[in-house]
């Protein structure tokens, strides 16, 4: 997915927006004005533009008319004040898809931001070639129809939100919300909140209401990632919500009606779980009525270079670099490996190999894993250690939009071990952990 690059002359307001972006799933570029602006999108395709309208240098609806001339056309969201009002009619004129008003809350911006992702950013379709995986895509679309909720198992990293995309995308709700909430990612004292939302004043800290995902889904369809990691009060809260199609906000009065489809997802054996009471087995039952197994790469081997060819494309475009393909060793290489990790290990392997990719094709070496972190390892292999290692992380922090937690799982490295590469670099790289 390309970036979003985010443009203001505040560094607290930049580095919020990132974060906002870091937490909806998006890549975010970060830019202090506009001509930095109109650099950075010369040279990297973008999704779209957040950016503030009062700025010293350029000003947001300067930065829109010289985009619209350098780029084409890109989606803006303006940010704009009160005073300014009038600019952000000019800017929709200009062509900027949205506006928002200052202040703003996150559930506003999130609604403003996948509208306009969902305008105008590409559908990401499932590359296969394999017997198997197209009968499962053949019964997920024959299920798309209905707005019965939907089961999705595998193995991590088999691409089970993008088969819930897929889903989607198919179902009559295609142009209404998809919204995924993570359950292992958020603690279980917050997941509540983050579902279904809660009053000004429902707990301490609770300072405005919290639109939850439920409401934000509503008329679409929500996704509920690695369900089996959510804790057993929720899930009777969930069994309601799901028989009722209606929830209670956090600290609420009255029942708020919802309109949606769910989807879940889990690498779990469910039905276990269920059995061995970790699991509700009323809410099991309720969800697998449409069961649909994501398999794990291994069993598409016909699938592999289709999909290394996908991403090496992908990455090539992201990081601007004129790779155009595999050597037959390299291809070798990819058809042998074991890929526990399934298609996301696929994925980072060949992202990686992008990087360090020297010519115009991929060779064996550039996949190189021998006794340490794997893509820093490859660098052994080259003249000039140090510089290649140094350009490599960077590159790598670049395409996380800093975040040091998503790059170091790139590269096959410790958290640690960023900081104290950048470090020893003399480099203080902005970004979240």
């Known amino acids: 997915?390309?970036?979003?690059?985010?443009?203001?002359?505040?560094?607290?307001?930049?580095?919020?927006?990132?974060?906002?972006?870091?937490?909806?799933?998006?890549?975010?570029?970060?830019?202090e004005d506009g001509q930095d602006a109109?650099?950075?999108?010369?040279?990297?395709?973008?999704?779209?533009?957040?950016?503030?309208?009062k700025m010293p240098k350029m000003d947001g609806l300067s930065l829109l008319k010289e985009a619209r001339r350098k780029v084409g056309?890109?989606?803006?969201?303006?940010?704009?004040?009160?005073?300014?009002?009038?600019?952000?009619?000019?800017?929709?004129?200009?062509?900027?898809?949205?506006?928002?008003?200052?202040?703003?809350?996150?559930?506003?911006?999130?609604?403003?931001?996948?509208?306009?992702?969902?305008?105008?950013?590409?559908?990401?379709?499932?590359?296969?070639?394999?017997?198997?995986?197209?009968?499962?895509?053949?019964?997920?679309?024959?299920?798309?129809?209905?707005?019965?909720?939907?089961?999705?198992?595998?193995?991590?990293?088999?691409?089970?939100?993008l088969l819930a995309r897929h889903i989607h995308r198919m179902s009559h709700r295609r142009e209404r919300p998809f919204i995924a909430l993570n359950c292992a990612a958020i603690p279980d004292n917050l997941l509540e909140s983050e579902l279904f939302g809660h009053e000004k004043g429902a707990f301490t800290g609770a300072n405005e209401r919290?639109?939850?995902?439920?409401?934000?889904?509503?008329?679409?369809?929500?996704?509920?990632?690695?369900?089996?990691?959510?804790?057993?009060?929720?899930?009777?809260?969930?069994?309601?919500v799901l028989q009722e199609k209606e929830i209670d906000?956090?600290?609420?009065?009255?029942?708020?009606?919802?309109d949606i489809r769910v989807i879940a997802t889990t690498n779990r054996d469910l039905c276990r779980e269920a059995m061995e009471g970790r699991f509700r087995e009323d809410l099991f039952y309720r969800l697998n009525v449409l069961p649909l197994t994501m398999p794990p790469l291994r069993e598409r081997p016909e699938d592999i270079p289709l999909l290394a060819d996908h991403f090496m494309k992908k990455f090539a475009v992201s990081f601007g670099k004129e790779v155009t393909g595999f050597t037959?060793?390299?291809?070798?290489?990819?058809?042998?490996?074991?890929?526990?990790?399934?298609?996301?290990e696929?994925?980072?392997?060949?992202?990686?190999?992008?990087?360090?990719?020297?010519g115009g094709l991929i060779e064996a070496g550039d996949f190189y894993i021998e006794d340490s972190g794997p893509a820093l390892r490859s660098l052994k292999q080259a003249g000039n250690i140090r510089e290649m290692e140094k350009e490599l992380i960077l590159s790598t922090l670049t395409g996380t939009g800093g975040n040091k937690t998503k790059a170091a799982k790139i590269l096959g490295v410790s958290v640690r071990t960023i900081r104290n590469k950048l470090h020893g670099y003399g480099k203080d790289f902005p970004g979240s952990e």
């Not at 306009?116 to 070639?129: H, L, N």
């Open 73 to 161: 056309k890109i989606p803006f969201l303006v940010i704009t004040g009160h005073g300014t009002i009038e600019n952000a009619v000019d800017s929709m004129k200009e062509g900027a898809f949205e506006y928002i008003m200052k202040p703003f809350s996150f559930d506003t911006l999130t609604m403003k931001v996948n509208a306009i992702m969902r305008r105008f950013e590409p559908e990401r379709g499932i590359v296969t070639a394999s017997p198997q995986m197209s009968r499962i895509l053949a019964l997920a679309e024959s299920v798309a129809i209905s707005d019965t909720t939907v089961l999705i198992t595998g193995e991590s990293g088999t691409g089970k939100e």
């Open 210 to 240: 919290k639109v939850g995902k439920f409401e934000l889904a509503t008329t679409g369809t929500l996704l509920l990632d690695e369900i089996g990691e959510m804790p057993l009060p929720l899930q009777a809260k969930l069994l309601r």
């Open 328 to 344: 037959d060793a390299a291809l070798e290489f990819l058809s042998a490996a074991a890929w526990r990790g399934n298609i996301r």
């Open 346 to 358: 696929l994925e980072n392997t060949v992202q990686r190999a992008v990087l360090l990719c020297a």
């Open 38 to 53: 109109l650099a950075q999108l010369g040279s990297i395709p973008c999704a779209m533009v957040i950016t503030d309208m």
């Open 249 to 258: 906000r956090v600290g609420g009065k009255l029942p708020i009606p919802v």
């Open 1 to 31: 997915m390309k970036p979003i690059l985010v443009v203001d002359d505040d560094a607290q307001m930049r580095s919020a927006l990132r974060e906002a972006m870091t937490r909806l799933g998006y890549r975010a570029l970060l830019a």
